[in-house]
């Protein structure tokens, strides 16, 4: 078993001198709080009630009751001759030495209390799983069974022990022992600690001799009980000005680019990558960290800040971590969730170098190791951040490096390791899980994949271990000249995704080339609706005659003209028009409600609106609360169709760097947004659909979608290119 100042060194990884430095300043602020006298043990008759931290994930399972993102789980694996009774005996031995593996938190009168089972006539059941006759395929589809449909399956954790257990026979000398915990009875240490004290009572069952385990001084829900009463109003502000100050005012929001729209509503559907840092680079890391005074945690969140930075080029960065929660020497052998997260806040501005990033990163870190003992939960409710739904409360992202990974354990007859399991859910956008040990640094990056797509996930660690690489070896570049790219993506990107170059391309706008089109096949079809349909050389005519008009109204190159009618004939007719007469379209779907249409007219100051007189009263109202100075001119779309005008293609006045149109979003913040594409753009665009769908004359396009939504611009002319159909 390590020592208390073992395992406090190995948890914050820090060296001898800042670990004194941080012992102390624990000390100082436990003999305020608490007059250093040792935790009391409750009442008898008490009510038991939950730790800060555990009420806290009672309400997320009470509020998302299928979750299993804070489920625990632990796989060994049991190569040798496994003792079935040993391995029950010792279990049950566990389970009466530690209360809170008795424990259920049911709402009793209005209020969650901590009740906690008699460990008299204690008889618990171990499933055992004999897949020893199944094929290798089927006996890994039953691992997969086993480990996410029975043991990863939710907690009822008001009314069952928030804990299960199996063994999965896989031959006569392998087993796999699954041990899974709700996160409101345990943590990482308390995971490590349960299966080191398994296997000793295990060891000890073999030789029916009774465990050497230290003796319990008290138990967690002693510990919930002394917390309640010791954190109070008075005791919480000595810590609570720190936070305070640390995270007042207005919180940063990390605004990483996502693969996938973000949820209205957070989601904790999640994957793992593996990552492992290479042996070389991970020596450099421990040497250069030694120099700097600094910890190799703080070295990999100076460079974790780097790369998040380079991505938002936000210089305000708060990255989650873990402290072990166990300050007082009477909680180091007790099971149960003391770990408490920290918010480390990091001030990036002024273009730093690494080396004085990595001195900021220090302060910040050892001032937050030593305010650790203020629950998270109470430093959220007093700072009262802004709820967002989708996200969660003060950080995103979390870098945790635990420093003790359970390592092999040989019981003589019994080889127990530990094997990774596939997880499926998340409870940040991004973490990176990371263990140190005598091998190197290792461990797992976890992403929401409501987010994040997995390629994006590998390059980004791929990015992370670049930048931590060049930051070792050129510590004092500033953060901004830090390369993201290896040389290889640098030419990917810059040279060959820009070698564009085709001798088909001509600087010609779209008009041109339907024009071209016209002379080529000017009988086919180019457009049907319903009952209706045009030739190439009828729908030329007709957008000739109506963009001879517009250019007489004053509509010239830049110049919006909204398009206020349903999809058919005409709406194309009116597009090509426009694009001829030398403007740009904003089209307008009359199913939209008025005050949308009214605010997309407004924002984009446009001069003319085309409108059919099916919806000549729809404008009406759009156009009546608007100022009279502000009201564009309204046209009639058939009374121009219908006049005598020249039905010759016009003078050219585009040219490829004009607007083509405007499609106004829903927009971010709610406020419709006009995304504004050139020619150039639009047609290149166009050539790639020709490309990829393979487009000919022999082929109809069906137009789907809503003239107010980008693919319907790729659906209205594609065909056009080409001499097809479009099919309206």
Wanted: net charge negative.
């Amino acid at each position: 078993m390590y020592t208390r100042d073992e395992l406090l060194k190995k948890r914050a990884g820090l060296s001898p001198a800042q670990l004194a430095l941080v012992q102390k300043r624990i000390r100082r602020e436990s003999i305020r709080s608490s007059e250093n006298t040792p935790l009391p043990r409750r009442s008898s008759d008490e009510r038991i009630p939950l730790s800060f931290t555990q009420q806290r994930l009672w309400f997320l399972q009470h509020l998302m009751p299928e979750s299993t993102a804070y489920n625990e789980l632990i796989a060994l694996h049991l190569e040798g001759m496994l003792k079935r009774d040993a391995l029950v005996q010792a279990i049950q031995a566990l389970v009466r030495r530690h209360e809170i593996l008795r424990t259920t938190l049911p709402l009793i009168e209005d209020m969650v209390c901590q009740v906690i089972a008699s460990e008299d006539n204690l008889e618990i059941e171990v499933p055992f799983i004999d897949l020893r006759f199944l094929t290798p395929a089927d006996r890994a589809a039953q691992v997969h069974h086993w480990t996410h449909t029975q043991i990863l399956r939710p907690f009822q954790i008001t009314e069952a022990w928030p804990w299960r257990i199996a063994v999965l026979c896989l031959n006569e000398r392998e087993h796999i022992l699954l041990i899974c915990m709700h996160h409101s009875i345990t943590d990482a240490w308390s995971l490590e600690l349960f299966v080191t004290e398994l296997m000793a009572q295990y060891r000890s069952c073999c030789i029916d001799q009774p465990a050497t385990l230290v003796e319990l001084p008290i138990q967690y829900a002693d510990y919930a009980c002394w917390q309640r009463q010791t954190f109070t109003e008075e005791k919480l502000n000595n810590q609570l000005e720190y936070w305070q100050r640390q995270l007042g005012g207005t919180l940063p929001v990390l605004e990483l680019p996502t693969d996938h729209p973000r949820p209205v509503f957070w989601t904790d559907h999640g994957q793992r990558q593996t990552w492992r840092l290479p042996e070389a680079l991970y020596q450099r890391l421990r040497l250069w960290s030694h120099r700097e005074n600094a910890t190799p945690f703080m070295v990999l969140l100076a460079a974790l800040n780097v790369i998040l930075y380079r991505y938002t080029m936000q210089e305000d960065l708060i990255v989650g971590t873990s402290a072990a929660g166990r300050s007082r020497p009477e909680l180091e052998h007790i099971l149960g969730c003391f770990v408490n997260n920290l918010a480390l806040r990091t001030n990036l501005s002024g273009n730093p170098s690494f080396r004085e990033l990595v001195q900021r990163v220090r302060n910040v870190a050892l001032e937050a190791y030593e305010h650790q003992d203020l629950p998270f939960e109470k430093v959220v409710e007093q700072i009262q951040p802004v709820r967002d739904l989708g996200r969660n409360p003060i950080f995103q992202v979390v870098l945790v490096l635990q420093n003790i990974p359970l390592a092999t354990v040989d019981l003589s007859d019994l080889i127990v390791k530990a094997v990774a399991i596939e997880t499926t859910t998340t409870r940040f956008d991004l973490s990176l899980i990371l263990q140190e040990s005598s091998e190197g640094i290792q461990g797992y990056v976890e992403y929401n994949s409501d987010l994040f797509e997995a390629a994006t996930i590998e390059r980004f660690m791929e990015q992370y271990q670049r930048i931590l690489a060049e930051a070792l070896t050129r510590p004092d570049n500033h953060i901004s000249h830090f390369q993201l790219l290896s040389p290889l993506e640098e030419r990917r990107m810059l040279v060959d995704w820009n070698a564009t170059q085709s001798e088909e391309l001509e600087w010609q706008c779209l008009h041109r080339r339907f024009e071209a089109q016209v002379a080529q096949t000017p009988h086919a079809i180019a457009v049907a609706c319903e009952d209706e349909q045009l030739s190439y050389q009828e729908l030329n005519r007709l957008a000739n005659r109506l963009a001879h008009h517009l250019r007489m109204l004053g509509v010239e190159p830049d110049v919006l003209v909204a398009l206020l009618t349903k999809r058919g004939c005409p709406l194309l007719t009116a597009i090509l028009a426009t694009f001829k007469a030398g403007g740009a379209y904003l089209p307008l779907d009359p199913l939209y409600p008025v005050a949308r249409l009214r605010q997309v007219l407004e924002r984009s100051s446009t001069k003319f609106v085309l409108v059919t007189s099916e919806f000549s009263s729809v404008l009406e109202q759009v156009l009546e609360a608007m100022p009279a100075e502000a009201r564009p001119r309204v046209l009639l779309l058939e009374e121009l169709l219908q006049q005598n005008q020249d039905e010759e293609d016009l003078p050219e006045m585009t040219m490829p760097c004009h607007l083509a149109y405007v499609i106004y979003t829903s927009g971010s913040t709610g406020i419709p947004k006009g995304v504004m594409i050139e020619q150039r753009g639009m047609l290149n665009h166009l050539r790639v659909k020709v490309k990829d769908l393979d487009l000919s004359a022999a082929d109809v396009i069906a137009q789907t979608a809503s003239q107010c939504f980008d693919i319907s611009v790729w659906q209205f002319l594609a065909a056009l290119l080409v001499g097809g159909r479009v099919q309206i």
